[in-house]
T-cell receptor
Framework: QVQLQESGPGLVKPSQTLSLTCTISGGSITSGDYHWSWIRQPPGKGLEWIGYIYFSGSTYYNPSLESRITISSDTSKNQFSLKLSSVTAADTAVYYCARVSSSSWVFFDYWSQGTRVTVSS | DIQMTQSPSSLSASVRDRVTITCRASQSVSSYLNWYQQKPGKAPKLLIYAASSLQSGVPSRFSGSGSGTDFTLTISSLQPEDFATYYC?????????FGQGTKLEIK
């Protein structure tokens, strides 16, 4: 059973960089059938896909956030990470990491529990 | 970006009712359409992928249909645990996008 767990600060000051790490258990980040995504949900709002990383290290980011995002991976730790720079209050959200099944059809099949990040001074 | 529009935004129904939620894409997504259920304080849960394929472990009262731009999620007989918010999501093109959600409430 695949499990995903985020870690990182729950409070970030405006203009600083939000950093989160997702640790994968029960599966390998190097599996070619999947890629690994970040998704966020502002309070009381819908879901926004942030970006993904593939086991090869290739990435794709949502153009709406691309200038501020870096997604990276550490295969030795079976982890992938999100950095979002120059944050504002609009970046306050619950952040999820998720596995994306991509062998034929593409869907988010495993999600983390979510971590709330608040941007405030 | 492909815009996903769900209707209705909210819905009141009773246990054992049959409920249908619709999702429309701003351009064709073929069958790259998924449905998720989210309960308060929890992560979304995959229900349906590829428009009509039931995810393992999901009750058979859930079903999906459609292709191209118009899709539906049907719950054949509502159970108390089904009251939640439902999201459609397209995976035909990046950036992947979600509908705004449909909140299903108890009447």
């Amino acid at each position: 059973q695949v499990q995903l767990q985020e870690s990182g600060p729950g409070l970030v000051k405006p203009s600083q960089t939000l950093s989160l790490t997702c640790t994968i258990s029960g599966g390998s980040i190097t599996s070619g059938d999947y890629h690994w995504s970040w998704i966020r949900q502002p309070p009381g709002k819908g879901l926004e896909w942030i970006g993904y990383i593939y086991f090869s290290g290739s990435t794709y980011y949502n153009p709406s956030l691309e200038s501020r995002i870096t997604i990276s991976s550490d295969t030795s730790k079976n982890q992938f990470s999100l950095k979002l720079s120059s944050v504002t209050a609009a970046d306050t959200a619950v952040y999820y990491c998720a596995r994306v099944s991509s062998s034929s059809w593409v869907f988010f099949d495993y999600w983390s529990q979510g971590t709330r990040v608040t941007v405030s001074s | 970006d492909i815009q996903m529009t769900q209707s209705p935004s909210s819905l009141s129904a009773s246990v054992r009712d049959r409920v249908t939620i619709t999702c429309r894409a701003s351009q064709s997504v073929s069958s790259y359409l998924n449905w998720y259920q989210q309960k308060p304080g929890k992560a979304p849960k995959l229900l349906i992928y590829a428009a009509s394929s039931l995810q393992s472990g999901v009750p058979s009262r859930f079903s999906g249909s459609g292709s191209g731009t118009d899709f539906t999620l049907t719950i054949s007989s509502l159970q108390p645990e089904d009251f939640a918010t439902y999201y459609c999501q397209q995976s035909n093109r990046t950036p992947y996008t979600f509908g705004q959600g449909t909140k299903l409430e108890i009447k």
